[in-house]
């Protein structure tokens, strides 16, 4: 299982860190992406994270302000989002990549999604 939070109301320019918080499975072992969708778009992957946190990737979008991490002792990712933008608006989630140790290719697992709203 997989729960965000952290999401919310911020103006132009602020900063907000989202969390993933995963139970039932060892999270070490798994790639975890964090994806967002705005009303009427379709959903984007914005980051992934390899099992050991050593290597990351990031849409075009929020290359440059946003950093994903993670505390694999604490079973949590991060999404650190800095300099947000009114178009970052949108449910952002995350995923865990389907197959152990597997680089995010394919996603099996989701989380309900949280809320984050750019907006002055």
């Known amino acids: 299982q997989l729960v965000e939070s952290g999401g919310g109301l911020v103006q132009p320019g602020g900063s907000l860190t989202l969390s993933c918080a995963a139970s039932?499975?060892?999270?070490?072992?798994?790639?975890i992406g964090w994806f967002r969708q705005a009303p009427g778009k379709e959903r984007e992957e914005i980051s992934c994270?390899?099992?050991?946190?050593?290597?990351?990737n990031y849409g075009d979008s929020v290359k440059g302000r946003f950093t994903i991490s993670r505390d694999n002792a604490k079973n949590t990712v991060y999404l650190q989002m800095n300099s947000l933008k009114p178009e970052d608006t949108a449910v952002y989630y995350c995923?865990?990549?389907?197959?152990?140790?597997?680089?995010?290719?394919?996603?099996?697992?989701w989380g309900q999604g949280t809320q984050v709203t750019v907006s002055s």
């Open positions: 994270i390899s099992p050991s946190g050593a290597r990351t």
């Open positions: 039932g499975f060892t999270l070490g072992h798994y790639a």
């Open positions: 995923a865990r990549e389907k197959v152990p140790f597997r680089l995010c290719i394919d996603f099996g697992t």
